[in-house]
């Protein structure tokens, strides 16, 4: 049914593996095709997107899942879990070795829920948390008002700079200091620069506050030492596993505050004793085996020089990415980047332009992106100025800073030749469209999903 190229070896491994689901389920097995063909026909430029190995998915979609338990290896509250306490045991040790830990917990089911479990850990109802703001490239679980993470605590937010969009840690700290917070948060969804964990640290320390440093979309960079590491800095680091190329779920992890004790209803307890009561039976239920299975095959993949180096590609490619925008007029939000995305402003191009109909007239290109406010944006979330470019697939799929030049080309065409009608609606010319699309195919077919 598919006339995609033999040489797109996971083609071979989908019928594999989903033979049976294609003999039981025609409906669910053609969609789940018809995702896989997307993904082998456009440009993934998503950057909080990554692709996971064969092997991950293999352990995802393993008997592991059948499992029910709950507790933590050793101490589990059903029989039979000989194995899977081994299972877990080597997922926790994998991710210590992975990021320098000293403690790791490998149950979260997402990124959002280790950041809740965390909040929920050391806070009571109407603590304080001070965190960077949504629109200023912040994320949902640090506190925003339509998440749980907002809704019982009081919160209030730093900024990045006016003028250059940096973080500004001076006015962090006046900010931590005249607020008092129990928990400041730092690591961000849409910030190109390098985060100052060891600064953000120090202003902890003097506003006798927590720090919980998320790592979500730089979790690959620090893996590798592409980027400074919170492990030892911040009290707690948080990361999804899906963003750095794992399973989805989520990791807590500590280092050298590991056995620092707190104080809770009378007792002083361990945070990282903590940290294990509040994830189970505090916030979740039976750990997802088959997707601990999974982590402690992704941990043990980001030890190879192979991952590492991949990672520094990946920011040589970002970087690339960022200069060509630039060289061809765009407003690269701080001149560029330092990790894995860029953000590019995009309502200037054209009276009516907005990120969303950047990310749909790219979406029609074959071009995949994601719309994104850009800080002291006035457009909302809906609508929004910039869209955001991410490089971990690509540079998966092999691509170059070569090749960066001619996604950045094309992203220009489309962008330059899409006339905003009203609204979020735009019109391309349909040669020009189809023009790309067919260059997006090459591309495809020279650096294939694996
Ligand atoms: C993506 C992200 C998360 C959420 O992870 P999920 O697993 O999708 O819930 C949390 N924090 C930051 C900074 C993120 O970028």
Redo the contacts with the bound molecule.
């Keep these: 049914m598919s006339d995609l190229p033999e040489k797109i070896s996971s083609h071979k491994y989908h019928d594999g593996i989903f033979g049976a689901l294609h003999e039981q389920d025609e409906e669910v097995y053609q969609l789940i095709t018809r995702e896989y063909e997307r993904l082998c026909s456009s440009i993934q430029l998503i950057a ?1 997107e990554n692709q996971c190995s064969r092997a991950v998915l293999a352990a995802l979609g393993s008997i592991v899942q059948n499992k029910t338990t709950e507790g933590f290896p050793g101490a589990r509250y059903h029989g039979g879990c000989e194995i899977v306490d081994d299972v877990e045991r080597l997922a926790v040790s994998r991710a210590k070795e992975a990021f320098g830990a000293q403690y790791a917990n490998v149950q979260p089911h ?3 829920c280790a ?1 809740h479990i965390v909040l929920t850990a050391l806070l009571e109802s109407g603590d304080k948390v001070l965190s960077l703001g949504l629109d200023q490239g912040g ?1 949902l ?1 640090h506190g925003a008002k339509v998440s749980f993470s907002g809704k019982f605590f009081n919160v209030q937010n730093y900024y990045v700079d006016e003028e250059t969009f940096l973080l500004d840690y001076s006015a962090v700290r006046d900010k931590a200091i005249a607020f008092r917070p129990k928990l400041i948060i730092c ?3 849409a910030y190109s620069r390098v985060i100052d964990f060891q600064k953000f640290r120090q202003i902890a320390d003097e506003a006798r506050a927590y720090l919980l440093a ?1 790592i ?2 730089i979790a690959g960079l620090v893996i590798a030492g592409a980027h400074p590491s919170p492990i030892d800095h911040a009290h707690f680091t948080t990361t ?1 596993t ?2 750095p190329g794992g399973p ?1 779920g ?1 990791l807590i992890l500590m280092g050298r505050d590991r056995d620092t004790r707190i104080a809770v209803s009378g007792n002083k307890i361990a945070l990282s004793q903590l940290i294990q009561k509040t994830t189970f039976p505090g916030m979740q239920g039976t750990p997802y085996l088959n997707n601990v299975a999974a982590k402690a095959v992704f941990f043990r993949e980001t030890l190879s020089d192979k991952y590492k180096t991949r990672q520094f590609k990946i920011i040589e490619n970002a970087k690339r990415l960022a200069n060509a925008m630039l060289t061809l007029g765009y407003d690269v939000v701080t001149g560029g980047t330092d990790n894995h995305m860029a953000l590019i402003n995009v309502a200037n191009l054209q009276d009516g332009m907005t990120g969303i109909t950047a990310q749909k007239c790219l979406e029609d290109c074959g071009i995949i992106v994601n719309k994104n406010r850009l800080p002291y944006d006035k457009k909302g979330a809906a609508l929004a100025s910039g869209i955001r470019l991410g490089t971990p697939i690509v540079t998966r799929n092999q691509m170059g800073t070569e090749q960066m030049d001619t996604v950045a080309a094309l992203i220009d065409t489309v962008l330059r030749n899409a006339k905003v009608t009203a609204n979020t609606e735009y019109e391309i010319d349909a040669s020009i469209r189809d023009g790309i699309r067919d260059k997006v195919r090459q591309l495809c077919e020279k650096f294939p999903s694996h």
């Design positions: 909080a997402s990124g959002t950041n994320h679980s690591g961000a969804s998320d979500s979309h999804s899906y963003k989805r989520g």
